[in-house]
Nanobody
């Protein structure tokens, strides 16, 4: 199983950015997909998730209304569109996959992880 993130970078506060994750080596549609992030000196935290069965989404409170997660099962990709970015969104963003998952907030629920992509929001 391989998850490869792309699309991170530097953006000004208030701006928008999208990150993507391409999966291989797994039956993608059977996996709930999620984005986590880890800021310097902080624990890794759940950001957003999308279920495998019905596409139900979940978000941590701090990104609700600003971030949108989506998936394309035909392309084995999951995307995170981020807008109205804040300096506190600066982190390494990780893609994760959970077989038959249900948008768990817990890291240990996830079976596979990407290497991460840096998102930096300048104020």
């Amino acid at each position: 199983v391989q998850l490869v993130e792309s699309g991170g970078g530097l953006v000004q506060a208030g701006g928008s950015l999208s990150v993507s994750c391409t999966a291989s080596g797994l039956t993608f549609y059977r996996y709930a997909m999620a984005w986590f992030r880890q800021a310097p000196g902080k624990e890794r935290e759940f950001v957003a998730g999308i279920s495998w069965s019905d596409g139900k989404t979940a978000y941590t409170d701090s990104v609700k209304g600003r971030f949108t997660i989506s998936r394309d099962n035909a392309k084995n990709t999951v995307n995170l569109q981020m807008r109205s970015l804040k300096s506190e969104d600066t982190a390494v963003y990780y893609c994760a996959a959970d077989l038959y998952g249900t948008n768990s907030y817990m890291e240990r629920s996830y079976d596979a992880w990407g290497q991460g992509t840096q998102v930096t929001v300048s104020s």
